[in-house]
């Protein structure tokens, strides 16, 4: 089953309102969490590394007021686009590394596909 | 130059078929390797680790050489399941950040 639930799968908004979307951690502890963004038939691009309890690293190019991230507890973070517009449309994922499985592998939430209108 | 290349295909092959995937890497110092696969509006998923020795799981076989930097992604006797978009991923320094190819996507046919 699902180890990194994201929420939602889909969201449809206005131009200017914002988006909350939420990655939640199951059975373990993620102190880091990872946000990607992928346009169609585009690699996933890497925005934005989430620290629980300090603040996020973003990657260049990527602005921090635009894309707020806040990782409150050691199981959820989210990112919340701010005043969204249609250039923001985008397959958002995020993943979390669970480090008491022996691979060390990286789950990847179902990923969120934000349409603005 | 991109940071890791592949081909993006797509690679059409009957089923049956034994096809094989490249990519390469720009940063020499990259430590972990991986393909992961992605299934069209769907999140990737892990397929397997890449090793300095090359590594099989099945019909599935990774290798890498590092002097060349490259990363190759075998698939023998190809199913229709297996049509999908393959995502060659490099991890330098930390190893949960991870840098991912445009992919590449196969169409396995009957």
């Known amino acids: 089953g699902a180890v990194v639930s994201q929420h939602p799968s889909w969201v449809i908004c206005k131009s200017g309102t914002s988006v909350k979307i939420e990655c939640r951690s199951l059975d373990f502890q993620a102190t880091t969490m990872f946000w990607y963004r992928q346009f169609p038939k585009q690699s996933l691009m890497l925005m934005a590394t989430s620290n629980e309890g300090s603040k996020a690293t973003y990657e260049q190019g990527v602005e921090k007021d635009k894309f707020l991230i806040n990782h409150a507890s050691l199981t959820l973070s989210t990112l919340t686009v701010t005043s969204a517009h249609p250039e923001d449309s985008s397959f958002y994922i995020c993943?979390?590394?669970?480090?008491?499985?022996?691979?060390?592998?990286?789950?990847f939430g179902e990923g969120s596909r934000l349409t603005v209108l | 130059r991109k940071e890791v290349e592949q081909d993006p295909g797509p690679f059409n092959v009957p089923e049956g078929a034994t096809v094989a995937f490249n990519c390469t890497y720009s940063n020499s110092a990259s430590q972990s390797f991986f393909w992961y696969r992605q299934d069209c509006r769907k999140e990737p998923k892990l397929l397997m680790s890449?090793?300095?020795s090359g590594n099989e799981d099945g019909r599935f076989t990774a290798q890498l050489n590092r002097a060349s930097q490259y990363i190759s992604l075998l698939i023998r006797d190809s199913k229709l399941s297996d049509s999908a978009t393959y995502l060659c991923v490099v991890s330098t320094g930390t190893a949960s950040k991870l840098t991912f190819g445009t992919g590449t996507r196969l169409q396995v046919t009957l």
């Open positions: 993943s979390a590394r669970d480090l008491g499985r022996y691979t060390g592998e990286l789950f």
């Open positions: 890449v090793y300095s």
